[in-house]
């Protein structure tokens, strides 16, 4: 836990304090994922960037001791730092770290505003029926992201966005800091002009010459004074900046790395396990839940993707793709639950499975080969039936029946496929107690 971190409160209105909004920005980003897998980089020095003439990356804290920073020159750094450890960045791996990252985020809010492949705004006030604060959210990210990926982030809760950024880089490392409305001015007065977001060197420099050197300068500045010297524009945004009035709300956006056309889901176990039975049970809720996301977003699927984390961290990915495109559950949980079986697993510990869907197009545009068999009314309808439900109801109204009884017969034994849980539409799900 960072220093500057205050403890956080047990209860909801002490901890919230008004916030809603949080920024959760990755430790290291590159260098963490970089030495993740070796222990013996834990604690030394190590820089991530590309060729004699390129630039730095990323830098554990380590070398950022002496001097390294991102975006410094590699000659720079070698110099300042010459028994650092240099690696080459893994775009492929930084990517998919990202991606189960930003799934995390998206687990507890859709309202997730991707800034890079390392850092996000996150609007939960929509979440704040799951989880008892804000500060809840942050601390169950935190604990989920280093469970998951083995790598730390530091979070920042307050009101605005521009406060939250700059909670999380005081929280800096591993740290969560909560901004109360009524704390603002405190947080933020006692900063140099240039930890604001958006002032550059440049920016910095004016505004010593005018002698203001803290925020608190800044602030108890005439705003006329300031829009004279740095332009109208500025003038107003730097002193609004000051006082902690942000006029901005987070909109949901994706990243440039992400990969736009998938929906997936990943959970991790409490314990590890060895039970088929438990694995096969979380496949079909995580199908379940992806298909219903893609329902509402009105898309279809051809490929279905299956990830197994062992309980040493070693993580495989196995793909399908299927003759038509798909949104139900009953499809893309028959596949990943054979992908599943076709890995041949005995008694192997596993600790988190993941289902995703890929390749998916406009469900208006999909087409799909109909059997002579099939009958006029089935799954298709059974499921927007369940999703009209859970949309009224919420997400516990209906659910697969396998999924309720979890200490009853059908529950103890490994199901086949989709078609053994489910008899048929009436059959399939059972209203939630």
Known sequence: ????????????????????????????????????DRPELQDVPVIVGGGHRGVVLSATYAARAHGVHSAMPMTRARRLCPRAVIIAPDF????????????????????????????????????????????????YLRARIYDEQQIT??????????????????????????????????????????????????????????????????????????????????????????WGVDDRVVTPRRGPDEPERSIGSDETFSRDTDDEVVVRRELLRLSAKVAMRMRAAQVCGGTVTLKVRFHDFTTITRSRTLRDTTSGTQEIYA??????????????RIRLVGVRVEGLVDAARATRQ???????????????????????????????????????HLARRAPASAGSLHAGPPQGYDQAP
């Not at 550059?200 to 925020?215: C, I």
């Not at 009958?375 to 109204?397: L, M, Q, T």
């Open 92 to 139: 492929d791996e930084l990517s998919v770290v990202s991606s189960s990252v930003m799934e995390a985020f998206r687990s507890v809010t859709s309202v997730v505003e991707v800034l890079s492949m390392d850092e996000a705004f996150l609007d939960v006030s929509g979440s704040l029926r799951r989880f008892d604060s804000a500060t809840e959210v942050g601390s």
């Open 153 to 242: 982030c530091s979070v920042g809760v307050a009101t605005t966005p521009t406060v939250a950024k700059l909670a999380s880089r005081r929280a800096k490392p591993d740290g969560l800091l909560v901004v109360p409305r009524h704390e603002v001015t405190a947080f933020l007065h006692p900063m140099r002009v240039e930890e604001l977001w958006g002032v550059g060197e440049a920016t910095a420099t004016q505004l010593h010459r005018l002698g203001l050197r803290r925020v608190g300068d800044l602030a108890h500045t005439p705003v006329e004074v300031l829009q004279r010297a740095m332009g109208a524009g500025s003038g107003a945004r730097l002193h609004a900046m000051a």
């Open 1 to 36: 836990m960072a220093e500057a971190a205050r403890p956080v409160p047990t209860t909801r209105a002490a901890a919230d304090g008004g916030c809603t909004i949080m920024h959760v920005d990755m430790d290291a980003f590159y260098a963490s994922v970089a030495i993740r």
């Open 335 to 348: 596949t990943a639950a054979e992908l599943f079986s076709r890995l041949g697993l005995e008694r192997a």
């Open 370 to 408: 109909l059997r002579l068999d099939e009958p006029a009314h089935g799954w298709e309808d059974a499921e927007r039936a369940v999703d009209r439900a859970v949309n009224r109801f919420g997400g516990s109204a209906v659910r697969p029946a396998t999924l309720l009884h979890k200490s009853s």
